[in-house]
T-cell receptor, first 115, second 112 residues
């Protein structure tokens, strides 16, 4: 019944490795997002896809590459991991647009630790 | 782009006390406002939202927020907190694009 799910929940890896985080939503939404929450709990949007097209791309290192195989999935691939990438990554989804019913639903988060 | 500021970093209070968390946003045009809550170890959940109409918005779990346009504020309130309200609270704002800008969050600790 999980609306927005992410895997894995925890990810511990060495510097320099490449890793992926997967996100899936079963809400029928057409827009999905990736947020990064740093150690001070500050949440910042990284990417957003609408109908598999990139619509928001904040200032994020190009080591981060989102991929949306279909409307229900938005994966995040990170190359050459660095210590500063350690954070909690949240996926979210919503209907398109900024209307009153287009609230974002968040996944449980993936805690990434880079050693 | 929007910027959102939350005045309190950490609030500690006793059960049954009243809670008010401050939030200010920067955008002068049409804005949608949200309060999210993050319980320990859990994901963000929407408490309430404002799009238009009555500036006093009621949310879940007894929370409410008041939109004051002249002050660019959207403060969150609860008249009587419970231990289970211990969580991180985030104010967020969205203007004409899809971007949701979050404040830095306020940690609320309720002591039994």
């Amino acid at each position: 019944d999980t609306a927005v799910s992410q895997t894995p929940k925890y990810l511990v890896t060495q510097m320099g490795n490449d890793k992926s985080i997967k996100c899936e939503q079963n809400l029928g939404h057409d827009t999905m997002y990736w947020y990064k929450q740093d150690s001070k709990k500050f949440l910042k949007i990284m990417f957003s896809y609408n109908n598999k097209e990139l619509i928001i791309n904040e200032t994020v290192p190009n080591r981060f590459s989102p991929k949306s195989p279909d409307k229900a999935h938005l994966n995040l691939h990170i190359n050459s991991l660095e210590l500063g990438d350690s954070a909690v990554y949240f996926c979210a989804s919503s209907h398109q647009g900024a209307g009153p019913y287009n609230e974002q639903f968040f996944g449980p988060g993936t805690r990434l630790t880079v050693l | 782009a929007q910027s959102v500021s939350q005045h309190n970093h950490h609030v500690i209070l006793s059960e049954a006390a009243s809670l008010e968390l401050g939030c200010n946003y920067s955008y002068g045009g049409t804005v949608n406002l949200f309060w999210y809550v993050q319980y320990p170890g859990q994901h963000l959940q929407l408490l309430l939202k404002y799009f238009s109409g009555d500036p006093l918005v009621k949310g879940i779990k007894g929370f409410e927020a008041e939109f004051i346009k002249s002050k660019f504020s959207f403060n969150l309130r609860k008249p009587s907190v419970q231990w289970s309200d211990t969580a991180e609270y985030f104010c967020a704002a969205r203007s004409n694009d899809y971007k949701l800008s979050f404040g830095a969050g306020t940690t609320v600790t309720v002591r039994a």
